[in-house]
């Protein structure tokens, strides 16, 4: 958290409004997102989760409202602009790390291309800190000249991760990383997110069905219906007393743990 700054949020949302014709994706949605927090937004299908998020990341354009980040208006900013800070500052985890991976280019090349779009120039240095990041996601330096698509799923989502989080960000988006995957491999994916999110101190912003998982990865809770958020709160507070019906019908149909 070395430069962040305290007094102001890292991401102020306003009045939030995608729409799709007649159809609502998300509304009126408002909240802050402070340095080293984890937000997670939970909901049904079709609550409007996936809406948000690509709104708030800059792959769709809202209809309503402001994004500020540390109180620059991002809906503002030039496609340079947009595009140095979605390089740099901010990451996007997929759900399906295909979308997030170049499948044709080696395991030490996903993360290290990330290097070089920021700047770094020096190929031992490059190949160092991708074998590091390998490591720090599990993967075996000897796997580094693999391609993706020789790896197992949540391989290739570890991996996805590490090409995010090379470069530092500062805010990290997250579209159901343990999705798709099988229980016991969400598991250990979600532990290991739960350790690097901790070690580094990271801002997320994750979007889930599983509330198990933001049970274990969030430090504030949005529940999200019909595209508006119905209720927020500290995560055990919104699960262990939820206030809105939809919420405790969330929690008491698909929460066991
Ligand atoms: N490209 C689109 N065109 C038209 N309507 C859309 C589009 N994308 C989403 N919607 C609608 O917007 C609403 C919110 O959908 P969204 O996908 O954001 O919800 P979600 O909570 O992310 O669901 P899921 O978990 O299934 O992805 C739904 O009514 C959906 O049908």
């Known amino acids: 958290m070395d430069g962040a700054n305290l007094t102001m949020p890292l991401l102020s949302v306003q009045g939030l409004t995608k729409r799709y014709g007649p159809r609502i994706g ?67 985890v997929h759900q399906n790390p295909r979308d997030g991976l170049r499948m044709g280019v080696s395991a030490g090349g996903n993360v290290g291309e990330r290097l070089m779009a920021v700047g770094q120039r020096h190929y031992g240095a490059i190949r160092d800190t991708a074998t590091d990041w390998l490591g720090r996601v599990e993967i075996a330096a000897e796997r580094i000249d693999d391609r993706p698509s020789a790896f197992s799923g949540g391989m290739q989502q570890r991996l996805q991760i590490a090409r ?35 070690d580094l101190g990271l801002s997320v912003v994750i979007v889930t069905h599983d509330l198990a998982v933001v049970r274990l990865l969030a430090d504030r809770l949005m529940v999200m219906k019909s595209g508006r958020v119905v209720e927020t709160g500290l995560t055990d507070q919104v699960l262990d007393d939820p206030q809105h019906a939809y919420t405790q019908l969330l929690v008491s149909s698909v929460l066991q743990v």
């Open 26 to 92: 998300c509304a009126e949605v408002a909240f802050e997102l402070w340095p080293g927090e984890v937000l997670g937004i939970v909901g049904e299908s079709g609550s409007g989760k996936s809406t948000l998020l690509s709104c708030l990341a800059g792959m769709q354009r809202p209809d309503e409202g402001a994004i500020l980040w540390e109180g620059r208006d991002v809906l503002g900013f030039s496609e340079a602009e947009r595009r140095r800070l979605l390089r740099g500052d901010w990451a996007y």
């Open 164 to 198: 995010n989080l090379v470069t530092g960000p500062r805010l990290v988006f997250m579209d159901e990383p343990t999705g798709g995957l099988d229980v016991s491999v969400q598991a250990r994916l979600l532990d290991l997110l739960r350790g690097l999110v901790r």
